[in-house]
């Protein structure tokens, strides 16, 4: 069965500096791979999402990701994290056994100190 | 354009009560799903909808039904509520079934079971 695990339940990072969020996944195949935010009090908005081609992805709100199957890695990437940026942010890979749906990891907390 | 919107935002249940939660999308979406959020878990898919009068179950059904008369609609029911269900629900919606397709979130309902 395939799983997503986010490493890191909890990141602080400085308003300015770069930012990287860990996204592992075991898929049986080429996967479909997500970023989703989730700020306090809202739902989980798309970030950005891998299919295939070009391994570098580049979402909204400044995120790029990167897919490197030898690793079998996700992550999300900012260059210059801003204090709005503190969020929950949930790595999914699809899809599963049951068709098109996701598998989530279980998310990291950002927190951003100015 | 509301999107997807769940209500109540937050109820407390004793053990044995029951309640639904409601989901609505104004997007005209077929696909509507139901997670559970648990913290550090990331989302599970409860259930799942492909259209009205469509339903079918996800990877941790028991304990719920689902029902989907409308479009728009998509109204979960706890029958015999446990603190194991104590969790964050959320709503989504999609266009079609393919991954390609975004999914919208609703803000959530936090649930306690005591």
């Known amino acids: 069965a395939q799983s997503v695990t986010q490493p890191d339940i909890h990141i602080t990072v400085s308003e300015g500096a770069s930012l990287e969020l860990r996204c592992n996944y075991s898929?049986?195949?080429?996967?479909?791979l997500f970023w989703y935010v989730q700020s306090p009090g809202q739902g989980l908005q798309l970030l950005l999402k891998?299919?295939?081609?070009?391994?570098l992805v580049q979402g909204i709100k400044g995120f790029e990701a990167e897919f490197k199957r030898s690793q079998s890695s996700f992550n999300l990437r900012k260059p210059s994290v801003h204090w709005s940026d503190a969020a929950e942010y949930f790595c999914?890979?699809?899809?599963?056994?049951?068709?098109?749906?996701?598998?989530f990891g279980g998310g990291t907390r950002l927190m951003v100190k100015p | 354009n509301a999107g997807v919107t769940q209500t109540p935002k937050f109820r407390i249940l004793k053990i044995g009560q029951s309640m639904t939660l409601q989901c609505t999308q104004d997007?005209?979406?077929?696909?509507m799903y139901w997670y559970r959020q648990d913290p550090g878990m990331g989302l599970k898919l409860i259930y799942y909808?492909?259209?009205?009068?469509?339903?079918d179950k996800g990877e941790v059904p028991n304990g719920y039904n689902v029902s989907r008369s409308t479009t728009e609609d998509f109204p979960l029911r706890l029958e015999l509520a446990a603190p194991s269900q104590t969790s964050v629900y959320f709503c989504?919606?999609?266009?079609?079934?393919?991954?390609?397709?975004?999914?919208?979130f609703g803000p959530g309902t936090r649930l306690l079971v005591l």
């Open positions: 989504a919606s999609s266009y079609s079934s393919g991954l390609q397709e975004t999914q919208y």
């Open positions: 898929y049986g195949a080429t996967p479909y």
């Open positions: 891998y299919f295939s081609g070009d391994t």
């Open positions: 999914a890979v699809g899809p599963t056994h049951a068709g098109n749906m996701l598998t």
């Open positions: 997007m005209n979406h077929n696909y």
């Open positions: 909808s492909v259209g009205a009068g469509i339903t």
